[in-house]
């Protein structure tokens, strides 16, 4: 998914250079000390963890992109017509998912026994980026733009629903045990604070912009009470690590 996505943003940018005389930096002074803009869209997001390698009985461990909204203003402080500093406000949803599988026995039952977790989180957060924007130049009021920094993210709502059914070696009956629990605060699923990096590429036709940006998280979100699978092992329980990504997909407008 990474890989396609981030491919296909290169491509974009490339086939409109291409088509383009020359590519210039404008380095005149800028036009107005601040604008600003407003960005709609979607995105999709995942968490990177650990938890396979902490427990030798997983046998598959599959991760699920999904997808939310994004929504917020930017205010450009220009300092010259090719870069300014870009602070923004946004409202992110992040969905996403995972179903794994793993084999192992307990004191109860002796025999071997099959445990497949699913999974499906829904969180809420407010992520406050801070970038340098840079300006290319590359047609008649067409710009090519690139941007990175960090970005600060509060959570604020969301849950998260999973199933764990067991078979077992006896019966071969899966025993299903559904569960619901808060995304955040005590025995949620993640700290509310996240932070890290946000970089990213787009194209302006005039006032009118479009864009895509990664969004890694540096900051491990997860803690120790993340597994309640009673049947997972105590080093997952306590040692499981887990990081934001994102992919954001905007349209929007500069005043």
């Known amino acids: 998914m990474k890989r396609y996505l981030l ?130 130049e590359c047609g008649p009021h067409i710009n090519l733009i690139g ?17 764990i059914n067991r078979y077992d070696g006896n019966t071969g009956n899966p025993a299903d045990r559904r569960h619901k629990r808060d995304y955040f605060g005590k025995g949620g699923v993640s700290r509310r604070f996240d932070w890290g990096f946000k970089m990213g590429a787009g194209v302006a036709f005039g006032d009118f912009i479009i864009s895509a940006h990664y969004l890694a998280g540096c900051r491990e979100i997860l803690g120790t009470e993340a597994c309640n699978d009673p049947n997972a092992e105590p080093m997952l329980r306590a040692g499981v690590k887990g990081y934001n990504k994102m992919w954001q997909f905007t349209a929007g407008y500069n005043f």
């Not at 995105?43 to 699920?64: F, G, K, Q, R």
Request: a neutral charge.
């Open 147 to 163: 941007e990175v920094g960090p970005y600060f993210a509060w959570g604020f709502g969301g849950h998260e629903k999973y199933t």
């Open 7 to 136: 491919s296909t943003c290169i491509a974009v940018v490339a086939g409109i250079s291409s088509s383009s005389a020359q590519i210039v930096i404008n380095t005149a002074p800028a036009d107005r000390p601040v604008s600003f803009g407003v960005r709609v869209g979607g995105n999709v997001s995942n968490t990177s963890t650990n938890e396979a390698s902490l427990m030798p009985a997983i046998e598959m461990y599959s991760p699920d992109w999904r997808g939310g909204v994004t929504a917020g203003f930017v205010a450009d402080l220009n300092i010259r017509k090719y870069i300014s500093i870009q602070p923004g406000i946004f409202y992110s949803s992040a969905s996403h998912g995972f179903k794994r599988v793993s084999i192992g026995t307990d004191a109860e039952q002796p025999l071997p026994f099959a445990s497949i977790t699913s999974s499906t989180s829904v969180a809420h957060y407010i992520q406050v980026p801070v970038m340098a924007s840079m300006k290319f």
